[in-house]
T-cell receptor, first 113, second 114 residues
Framework: DGGITQSPKYLFRKEGQNVTLSCEQN?????MYWYRQDPGQGLRLIYY???????QKGDIAEGYSVSREKKESFPLTVTSAQKNPTAFYLC????????????FGSGTRLTVV | AQKITQTQPGMFVQEKEAVTLDCTYD???????LFWYKQPSSGEMIFLIY??????QNATEGRYSLNFQKARKSANLVISASQLGDSAMYFC???????????FGQGTELSVKP
């Protein structure tokens, strides 16, 4: 079955460490996105990519980095520069140029300890 | 700039009754899509319903319907015959056709009482 896989489901990080969240899709979607969700709040866009080897900053990109070396994969690195990284992270993908919505992964819950 | 507003942080509804979740939006793009997603406590985002800006009729999907009032820029979700399993966060979202980014409102937490 086609879909988006995020791993791990739960992640714990010590302060000062970088950590990478995985996102893989087999839907043949061109575009991929990373969102951050804080408790009781909506989703905020971190980074997005509409084509391999290209990506753009979203609304809250500071302290994060991404790469898009393959169409299927869009990993997110939470760097030590991100001051408050504890949150729920959702990856999504979509077809470019259509008004239709996204397919979401099941999310990664990151906690700084 | 596009914006989505959900003014109801929390709502209660009695089981088997209907409930309306409010959503207003702002965009200068004449072509856009409006969406509602359900997020249970597990965190997954479940697509519920879609309305295109040029669609003449309100969208319906089973017990979900979208009350689309273009002139008022509102896209309210109506859930009929509420069930206990409807208890969740509900997000309204909008996507401009050009650019394609999906932006979300703050969400409404719906609690269905038995």
């Amino acid at each position: 079955d086609g879909g988006i896989t995020q791993s791990p489901k739960y992640l714990f990080r010590k302060e000062g460490q970088n950590v990478t969240l995985s996102c893989e899709q087999n839907l043949n979607h061109d575009a991929m996105y990373w969102y951050r969700q804080d408790p009781g709040q909506g989703l905020r866009l971190i980074y997005y990519s509409q084509i391999v080897n290209d990506f753009q900053k979203g609304d809250i990109a500071e302290g994060y980095s991404v790469s898009r070396e393959k169409k299927e994969s869009f990993p997110l690195t939470v760097t030590s520069a991100q001051k408050n990284p504890t949150a729920f992270y959702l990856c999504a993908s979509s077809i470019v140029g259509t008004p239709y919505g996204y397919t979401f992964g099941s999310g990664t819950r990151l906690t700084v300890v | 700039a596009q914006k989505i507003t959900q003014t109801q942080p929390g709502m209660f509804v009695q089981e088997k009754e209907a409930v309306t979740l409010d959503c207003t939006y702002d965009t200068s793009d004449p072509s856009y899509g409006l969406f509602w997603y359900k997020q249970p406590s597990s965190g997954e985002m479940i697509f519920l319903i879609y309305q295109g800006s040029y669609d003449q009729q309100n969208a319906t999907e089973g017990r979900y319907s979208l009350n689309f009032q273009k002139a008022r820029k509102s896209a309210n979700l109506v859930i009929s015959a509420s069930q206990l399993g409807d208890s969740a966060m509900y997000f309204c979202a909008m996507r401009e056709t050009i650019g394609g980014k999906l932006i979300f409102g703050q969400g409404t937490e719906l609690s269905v009482k038995p």
